[in-house]
């Protein structure tokens, strides 16, 4: 079962033209270093820093796109974890 930010993110974001989220002058200049950390592929880095983003944020629908950025960044730095601690398993029994 989704929740309703789920279902917002599934029905109205992932379609939006512009991959810019926040609409707000002081949220777009902490947006900018958040997708640069995410390129590196630093993603816990990135949803510390759109925490930044959010707190900057002033509209509740650009926040809730903010926290959906966010919760994918966590997703992402926890699946890149668990496949480092697999490979390194992998590892040990190999050799």
Do not use: P
């Amino acid at each position: 079962m989704k929740t309703k930010l789920q279902k917002y993110h599934d029905s109205y974001v992932s379609r939006r033209q512009s991959a810019v989220v926040a609409t707000s002058l002081d949220a777009l200049k902490f947006e900018e270093r958040a997708r640069e950390l995410e390129d590196e592929g630093k993603y816990r880095l990135a949803a510390f820093q759109w925490l930044k983003v959010f707190d900057a944020a002033t509209g509740d629908v650009e926040r809730a796109r903010i926290a959906m950025r966010r919760e994918q960044c966590i997703t992402r730095s926890n699946t890149r974890r668990n496949m480092e601690n697999i490979g390194e398993m992998a590892g040990r029994f190999v050799g």
